[in-house]
């Protein structure tokens, strides 16, 4: 059935492995991050077979879906106050930066009769989540004063709102801090977490400071290449998930519309450039489904040319393919139409 995404489980294991492997050699275990693709199980457990000890994922109905894999699961997003106690129920570690909602999380784990691990989020210039490091005294006395919390470890978070880039200065910056918090309250951290995809960079540069003994990898390990540059990274593979559609229509047709240009499907108004007649194939999904400009067609020699709701048309005029209708054009994917297509419930997922 298409339109379809195929997914090798056995290529995400193995780019999971190389990540965790030379992550190791650094003394850093990694966390694989499921959210691109929904916390699907079998995907899941590919990087439990390559190496990973902790599963972490931005909601809990994600984190449910992967509670029978062996692997400690972690909350990315701030825990909302409203499901205070399935976060404690269904994940092992969750990442704060508010009190308010750490002292829910201690009264729902008191209720469980149980402990709760959290992550502190300190923000070091990128402007999402974490408190502020002038905060961090008075936040760690008031976590450390909870009987159902444990202050299991510090974290940061870049390149995500801000594109600030992880350095030795800034995860330096959360080194000290992670020191700071040990000597001055006498306890030890477990897990210092250095940041996400985008920190990979620093691992084989061997530029990752001492006290960062863990990172979030979400991209990475599914697409192959790091987050700080967008480098490929050596013997990883880009094509452990490819999407697959069916041609629709097959038409030679002129570039540029006949009559009054009003507004598209979505409001804009559309303009052209007169190519003349070109091939053009309708495949059978759309903006439903996928944003076509974040495709990277396996054949390089054909264009996006528009989209609506579920159709998407591609010139397939230079193509040395010779395409008919009913044929499937195949795409390797960025991080936004993998996100959308594991969204979507009109794509279907095959595992080889
Ligand atoms: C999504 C997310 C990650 C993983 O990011 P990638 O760029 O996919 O590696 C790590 N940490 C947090 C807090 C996240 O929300």
Redo the contacts with the bound molecule.
Sequence with gaps: MYPRLVVDLKKVEHNTRIISDSCKTQGVDIMG?T??FCGFEKIAEAEVKGGIKFLAD?RIENLMKLNDLSAEKVL??LPMISQASEVVKYADIS?NSELKTIQALNDAAKKQGTIHKIMLMVDLGDLREGILPNQVDVVVTEILKLDHIKLYGLGV?LT?YGGVIPSEKNLGQLAEIADHIEKTYDIQLEMVSGG???SYYLVPQEKLPKKINNL?????LVLGRE?AYGDAVEDMHDDAFIFEAEIVELKEKASVPTGDIGMDAFGNKPTFVDKGIRRRAILAAGVQDVKAAQLIPMDDKIDFLGSSSDHMIWDVTDSEENYEVGDIVKFKLEYGSMLSLFTSEYIQKDFI
């Design positions: 991050v959210k691109v931005s990315l997003r990442l978070n995500c996400n995809s985008s979030r990898m979400g991209e990475i987050t």
